[in-house]
């Protein structure tokens, strides 16, 4: 069996196999791993794709957008973040990250955690990391939060 790392601590105990999870995680996650098909990453060749589910139980989901001026690119939970908020949808209840990492399981950048936490942080909310193999498959279970315990917020 594999480790599973989560903030450098051993983690095995929140990677549930795919097949036990509720069906409406199990549709976000499928829904991450079609989004990452449309992939645009021609400098890494690592596609991620990510799906965000609001509280009126709409899915929006994206993809990573590299570009030749690196920083000008965009990660996939963003992106994904991005579509919603353009529709006016600031209350994210589920996110799911698809992407194909050896020995690890592929989790938001800071930059996305950051981003992410912006919309959780009255209410944190699941985040389900997998990879895109068929189902089944297993998945890392964790929140906003417990990635990013100490997030920035101005004071509103």
Do not use: W
């Not at 600031?90 to 996305?112: I, L, M, W």
């Not at 955690?113 to 942080?121: D, K, N, T, Y």
């Amino acid at each position: 069996m594999s480790k599973y790392y989560l903030n450098g601590a051993k983690d095995e105990a929140n990677v549930r196999e795919f097949d036990t999870l509720d069906a409406p995680v199990r549709e976000l996650i499928l829904a991450a791993v079609e989004a990452r098909k449309h992939a645009y990453c021609p400098y890494s060749n690592f596609a991620v794709g990510a799906a965000i589910r609001t509280a009126d139980g709409s899915i929006y989901t994206g993809c990573n957008i590299e570009n030749g001026a690196y920083t000008a690119g965009i990660c996939a939970e963003r992106t994904a973040a991005a579509k919603a908020i353009s529709e006016g949808k600031r209350d994210f209840v589920a996110c799911a990250v698809v992407a194909q990492q050896e020995g690890s399981f592929t989790t938001p950048c800071g930059v996305c955690r950051q981003f992410l936490a912006e919309f959780g942080a009255k209410n944190d909310f699941p985040l389900y990391a997998a990879k895109p193999n068929s189902p089944p498959f297993r998945v890392l279970c964790t929140s906003v939060m417990e990635l990013l315990p100490k997030t920035f917020l101005f004071e509103k």
